[in-house]
């Protein structure tokens, strides 16, 4: 065996040493539209510290060394905990420090949710497990609004910017984390269908809870809530780890589902007998009451398809810029140059429209705002989370052989591709919510038409879709049976309008004459003659 046989040559050095905001030209228009250069500014941390080896290494083993349930301790009293690995509270610990969390809803600053969804973005490019936690915390506080009392006990320490894992008192924490509880085994998204009794006690506002949970990820959370059936009809729950006398609430772990996608997060089935709960807002009104969270849930489900997208993006991008085949560069080799180009093109369209529902988060006292993400909301997160499978797929086979081993990271990018499409209402939920929104809340359909009319008489494609979208909502007949086409082209339109305001013309030029019609497929690297592919490819490629 030579000497040069025990030396790799040929292969593209690691992803590292970058910073994750600032090398993302995408990411910082999309947030400039919107805000000043400041709030970008503010994520250089994050963004330094998400591109280094020290963290791609944490995520890695954060997922190799599996959360374990530990339900009796060693004396056999019921404690139904998960341990989890060092690398899990390291992810944690920083996501809460930048203020991941739930830290927007006590800011003052007019962009809050903005940098949040910024940050949330980038640093969920690190792992993408950890960001379930951080993501239901964040959305816990709105909901939580329907009770001042509550709100205003629990808030604090859910926007606290200090990671303080343990079951202890709330009061002895120096922060704390939410969860929910929604479905179950017979009822899935049909909530209404759920089984779990909730029983008032003596005092008022006080109930047991009995029944069970079919999936409760990150159950070793500090708080939850939780739909149940209370004598006037389904209602929504806040249920404490720690009850007030500092006991354990009943909360049995039955055990810990074997998913898909991430292994870092531990995702639980839960048995609740007994288990004490305060009612979060009206009996019979428990949807109601959580649909604040399910839409801020919703907008994560967004944003980290979108980062899925852009962490693959960037691999792929990176390892055609130092892997030579064929008598040179992957990279120059004109296929491949539109393979990553089209990749960038679907990963940017992603990015700016999970940063502009993100701004009308910021600004959700004003009508067009609020019927905006009413109507946009579940336009994208059917579109954008249905895109991300195929898109990572396609970065990953730009690695060849070496994308297909788990080393590469890949292979957990495309295992977790499809959560968030399933998560938060299929997409069948959410085409037939699009629906719903329309037929109900005449100022959605407004809404859309304003946003996507800002881009009007700037490209034809885009105004002939938009007439396209107008004669499927005339054909009421059949809306329900092509809710999913219509909520696509939808989404198309209104990715095509931000792209076309506020991205690299290259960019909107290439997703118009693909997204919008004409003899597009849907496969990836098909972009037509005349389109500026390298111009694309390298606002792509992270620069060290």
């Known amino acids: 065996m030579s000497a040069d046989s025990r030396v790799a040559r040929n292969q593209a050095p690691p992803l590292v040493g970058h910073d994750v905001v600032t090398s993302d030209t995408a990411l910082l228009d999309a947030v400039r539209s919107h805000a000043p250069d400041g709030v970008v500014e503010t994520l250089s941390g994050l963004g330094l510290e998400a591109g280094t080896e020290e963290a791609r290494e944490h995520g890695r083993l954060a997922n190799v060394h599996h959360p374990e349930l530990v339900t009796v301790d060693r004396y056999g009293n019921r404690v139904d905990e998960v341990r989890f690995h060092p690398s899990w509270h390291w992810l944690m610990e920083r996501a809460v420090g930048h203020g991941l969390q739930a830290a927007p809803w006590e800011s003052d600053s007019e962009h809050a ?16 497990g950890h960001g379930c936690p951080i993501s ?55 909530v209404r269908a759920n089984e779990t009794q909730a029983r008032p006690t003596s005092v008022n506002g006080e109930y047991t809870l009995h029944g069970h949970k079919w999936f409760t990820s990150a159950p070793m959370n500090d708080v939850f809530l939780v739909l149940a059936q209370a004598p006037d009809g389904l209602s929504c729950f806040l249920v404490p780890r720690v009850l007030p006398s500092g006991e354990r609430n009943r909360i049995d772990v ?12 531990a995702s639980a089935e839960l048995e609740l007998e007994g288990t004490w709960a305060q009612r979060l807002g009206d009996e019979g009104r ?49 296929l491949m140059r539109n393979v990553v180009a089209d990749l960038a093109v679907e990963s940017e369209a992603a990015t700016v429209l999970a940063m502009r529902l993100a701004s009308a988060v910021d600004r959700r006292t004003d009508p067009h ?13 059917f579109w954008v989370c249905k895109r ?42 959410n085409a037939l919510d699009v629906l719903r929104a329309l037929s109900r809340e005449p100022e959605a359909l407004g809404a859309w038409l304003t946003e996507v009319g800002l881009a009007r008489g700037e490209d034809p494609r885009l105004d002939l879709a938009v007439e396209g979208v107008l004669t499927m909502l005339g054909d009421v007949g059949t809306l329900e049976h092509s809710a999913r086409r219509l909520a696509g082209q939808m989404a198309a339109c209104l990715q095509a309008s931000l792209l076309l305001r506020h991205a690299d013309p290259d960019v909107a030029d290439a997703f118009c004459a693909t997204r919008l019609g004409g003899d597009y497929n849907g496969t990836l690297g098909t972009l037509p003659v005349g389109i500026d592919l390298a111009t694309i490819v390298t606002r792509a490629t992270p620069a060290l």
Not at 113 to 128: C, K, V, Y
Not at 369 to 381: G, Q, V
Not at 398 to 426: A, D, K
């Open 369 to 381: 705002e609020a019927a905006l993400r009413r109507i946009a909301l579940p336009l994208a997160k």
């Open 388 to 429: 991300t499978p195929m898109m990572v797929a396609e970065a990953l086979e730009c690695l060849g052989g070496n994308g297909y081993v788990e080393e590469s990271g890949l292979p957990l990018l495309f295992r977790e591709s499809p959560l968030n499409s399933v998560w938060e209402g299929s997409g069948n939920v």
């Open 136 to 190: 239901m915390t964040y959305a816990a506080v709105p909901a939580l609004r329907a009770d001042d009392a509550l709100a205003e006990q629990w808030t604090p320490k859910l926007a606290a910017t200090s990671y303080d894992p343990g079951v202890r008192l709330l009061a002895d924490k120096g922060g704390a984390l939410a969860g929910m509880g929604m479905t179950e085994k017979q009822g899935g998204s049909d």
């Open 113 to 128: 949710h903005l940098r949040r969804a910024a940050g949330f973005f980038a640093w969920s490019q690190t792992e993408p």
């Open 254 to 265: 039955v055990r810990l589902k074997d998913k898909l996608g991430n292994r870092s997060n």
């Open 286 to 334: 428990g949807v109601r009451t959580i649909i604040e969270m399910v839409a801020a849930t919703r907008l994560d489900c967004v944003i980290g398809s979108a980062s899925l997208m852009r962490k693959a993006l960037a691999e792929a991008s990176w390892h055609v810029a130092h892997r030579s085949a064929f008598g040179g560069l992957l990279g120059d080799k004109p």
